[in-house]
């Protein structure tokens, strides 16, 4: 986890396809109720509740109270460790890929 005492991982945040696809909706808009996002999925007001709760906890979604209803909004910076992680490896396997390039480069000579 970041220093910035997030209750969940955020990769474990984004492990489920469920999850990703909100985090999706919510980057496509400003600002969602609940009661707007609830008909995207086949589930209840209460499952997609409580996956917008793991996505809070991980620091991905803002909510915010207005009259009756909650708004969620996404915080897309802590998805920068996913993609420090991801760009390590894209790194690594980059340099392996130009190694073997290399190496049956000189096989063929």
Same mark, same amino acid.
């Given at each position: ?11 474990? =945040?984004?492990?489920?396809?469920? *999850? ?12 969602? +109720? #609940?009661? &707007? ?20 906890? =991980?620091?991905?979604?803002?909510? *915010? ?12 910076? +802590? #998805?920068? &460790? ?28």
């Amino acid at each position: 986890m970041s220093d910035n005492n997030q209750l969940r991982d955020v990769f474990d =945040a984004i492990a489920d396809s469920t *999850r990703r696809r909100l985090i999706r909706l919510l980057a496509e808009t400003e600002e969602l +109720p #609940l009661h &707007e996002l609830t008909p995207q999925f086949e589930m209840g007001r209460t499952a997609v509740s409580k996956h917008l709760t793991i996505l809070k906890e =991980a620091g991905l979604v803002y909510d *915010r109270k207005v009259g009756r209803e909650t708004r969620y909004r996404l915080n897309a910076s +802590p #998805l920068s &460790e996913v993609q420090d992680w991801v760009g390590f490896y894209n790194k690594f396997w980059s340099t392996n890929m130009l190694r073997l390039n290399q190496l049956l480069e000189e096989e063929e000579e």
